[in-house]
Structures are given as C-alpha cells and as structure tokens.
C-alpha cells in the first residue's frame, strides 16, 4: 500500500484495541505522549503534538505518523526517526460542540505496505463557558436605596454599595464580586471582595453587601466591579465601571460664617 493511499484508508482499530499512552506495542516505535489540553471551548484551535519514540537500539525507522478526530486527518506525516530518539508531530484542529477523542497511529514501511505499530487516544472535553450578569447596583445612604448614579449627597454621610450578580448558566454556580469605590481624588474608599456561600442555579442571583464608609470630600466617586464565576480558578464574566455618587459640600450656616470672618 503507497503512502497516499494510507492516508485515504488508514487502519484504524477499534476503540478497545488502542493502547494506552507510554506501553510500548509497537515494533520499533511507541507514542509517549499526545500534548493536549485537556479541554477547548467551541470552535477553539486545539493544538496537538504526538510524540513518538522509535526505541530500536541499532536502526533508523521511516515512521509515519496519522492523527485523527472526528473523522478528520488533522496530522499526516513521514519522517526518518533515529535510533532511540524522539520526534514530534504536530497539527491542530477546531473544537467541536462536544467531547472528542484524538487516535493517533504510527506506521512503518514493509515493502509496499505500511504496517501499523502503535496507537494511543487522548479525549477532549467541552470547556465550560461561564456566564453571569451584573443585573443591579444601588448605594444606600440616609436610610435610602438608589440606583447609580447618586447625585448631591450632603458631605459627611455614610454609604453602603449593594451588587446583584446573576447566573446565566445551566449549571449551578458560585458568585463572586470584587468593587473598588475610590473618592474625588482617587483614593481607595473601598476595596470589597467576596464569594457566594452556596451555588445558585440558571437565572437566580445573589445580593452582595460591602461595608459603610464616608462621604467626607465633595465631588465624584467612582466604582469598579468584576463579577466572577469558578472559586478554583476565578473568571470575570460581567464588569462594571462608572461614577458612584456626586457628593455636595456643605455650606455652614450664616452665623458660623460669622465667627469665621
């Protein structure tokens, strides 16, 4: 069988014949490693190199090397291997919408024939996209609640942010926040940080509640938020950045006045 019509009619044995990675089945090679991600988004390029070994002690090998997923020749190619060495083949194909499983297959030339070595899988699953949505914030102040932005509080009242986060998955999540209101000269007023105690399914979401703090100078603070999913290893899936509040100065009264003068 020529090169070219192998790489028409690979042999490909069943599931259940593979070997797994690092057991030597071959003749003169043995695929040591299929360097993937263990995961990919949709329509993601997966790069993947298969590693092959050829561990005959005396010889060189020509030692082809197909890959295959989904049905779909993504690595094709013949090299020269030396004696106890290693050689990488590389390509790469696009996510699917689901779980998918590399096969790759090494060959050796018999004549004309191309006899098939050794083999090894790798599966992939479906990354989970995170998705959540900052769906309110207000500011507490004088025993009121208000949507952002605020404007003219008197100087020297207290405040309070409240953020609602929601889940835009189907799978039950965590939440978490992190804020930073910074005042009219941009220095840090808060600097909030939290996660939620339970998970919360597709469509419910869960009130965050930062600390009191003053609004001491006049003029414009500002606020920054990350919504994020994942404890493990944190993802922000919503933002949010604009003026928190406008603060007004206070005037003093007409006698105070006077006693400055």
């Known amino acids: 069988m020529t090169w070219e019509r192998l790489a028409v009619a690979t042999v490909s044995p069943s599931i259940g014949e593979l070997s797994p990675i690092g057991v030597a ?7 040591t490693e ?19 070994r050829n561990f005959d002690t005396v010889y060189d090998h020509v030692i082809a090397c197909v890959a295959v997923v989904d049905g779909l020749r993504f690595i094709d190619e013949v090299v020269i291997i030396s004696s106890g060495e290693t050689y990488s083949y590389s390509g790469a194909f696009l996510m699917a919408g689901g779980k998918v499983t590399i096969y790759a297959y090494t060959y050796y030339p018999y004549y004309e024939e191309w ?36 404007y003219n509080i008197p100087q ?5 942010v409240h953020v609602w986060g929601r889940n835009d998955m189907a799978t039950v999540q965590k939440l978490g926040i992190h804020w930073i209101v910074r005042d009219p ?3 840090v007023v808060e600097d909030y940080e939290d996660w939620s105690f339970l998970g919360y399914r597709q469509g419910a979401d869960h009130k965050f509640s930062g600390g009191y703090h003053n609004l001491d100078k006049p003029g414009t603070y500002t ?7 994942n404890p493990a290893d944190p993802e922000i899936v919503d933002s949010h950045y604009g003026n928190l509040c406008t603060v007004a100065a206070v005037v003093p009264p007409p006698e105070v006045w006077e006693k400055l003068v």
């Open 156 to 160: 020297g009242q207290t405040a309070r």
């Open 223 to 229: 606020i920054n938020i990350a919504l994020s999913m």
């Open 34 to 52: 299929i360097v993937a991600p263990d995961s990919a988004a949709v329509g993601e390029r997966v790069d993947v190199t298969v590693k092959v």
């Open 185 to 187: 000269d941009r220095e």
């Open 25 to 31: 089945r071959g003749t003169y090679t043995e695929i």
């Open 115 to 150: 006899i098939l070595d050794d083999q090894a899988q790798k599966d992939i699953v479906l990354a989970e996209v995170y998705a959540g949505t900052i769906i309110g914030i207000e500011l507490e102040h004088d025993g009121i609640q208000e949507g952002l932005p605020v």
